[in-house]
């Protein structure tokens, strides 16, 4: 079976300072795929990243940075120079495909991220 | 281009009522997903439809839970009857494509309060 697991709970940090969310991950499966997903108050989960367990280089996507390590099963998410914006619960989530399209997306408890002046 | 609509956005309703939820997703989105999200927990899947067929309910509670899509395009969630234990936020969501690597566009959800 397919778990996730967001051990941070709750994290508050000052504008500007740097905040790493973690996501362990637990699959038999070979190929599968590594997502996050932003939740903010208004409900609506957007997607940020999208990552496929072959590729394990880090991306950078302006102050987001995502590292992808599959010897420690993490994909853990970076926000430098937080904002109050960035507040927001943020969730991991490990798909796997449904045969006939489609995939099932295993979220993990998510992080809620409160960034303070 | 239109993102995924939820109604409503908010319900409250007594114990032993029955309750609809309507999801319109994204125009050319083949694969409709219905999600339970409790609070302080990630969504849960309860239902995928690929067009009108729904090709996996195995966690949807079938004594209470039922859903519908009709014409493969919008769908209906509806509860009957509601128990406490269902208040929640229901999300729906979209998506284009097959495989692992969908990406699944979420609507704003309906937060459903059972009293």
């Known amino acids: 079976a397919q778990k996730v697991t967001q051990a941070q709970t709750e994290i508050s940090v000052v504008e500007k300072e740097d905040v790493t969310l973690d996501c362990v991950y637990e699959t038999r499966d070979t190929t599968y795929y590594l997502f996050w997903y932003k939740q903010p108050p208004s409900g609506e989960l957007v997607f940020l990243i999208r990552r496929n367990s072959f590729d394990e280089q880090n991306e950078i996507s302006g102050r987001y940075s995502w590292n992808f390590q599959k010897s420690t099963s993490s994909f853990n998410f970076t926000i430098t120079a937080s904002q109050v914006v960035d507040s927001a619960v943020y969730f991991c989530a490990l798909s796997e495909a449904f045969t006939g399209g489609g995939n099932k997306l295993t979220f993990g408890t998510g992080t809620q991220l409160k960034v303070e002046l | 281009e239109a993102g995924v609509v939820q109604s409503p956005r908010y319900k409250i309703i007594e114990k032993k009522q029955p309750v609809a939820f309507w999801c319109n997703p994204i125009?050319?989105?083949?694969?409709l997903y219905w999600y339970l999200q409790n609070l302080g927990q990630g969504p849960e899947l309860l239902i995928r439809y690929e067009n009108e067929e729904a090709v996996d309910d195995s966690q949807l509670p079938k004594d209470r839970f039922s859903a519908e899509r009709l014409k493969g395009v919008d769908s209906t969630l509806k509860i009957q009857p509601a128990e406490l234990g269902d208040s929640a936020v229901y999300l729906c969501?979209?998506?284009?494509?097959?495989?692992?690597?969908?990406?699944?566009?979420f609507g704003p959800g309906t937060r459903l309060t059972v009293l």
């Open positions: 125009s050319g989105h083949n694969t």
């Open positions: 969501a979209s998506s284009r494509g097959q495989g692992a690597d969908n990406e699944q566009f």
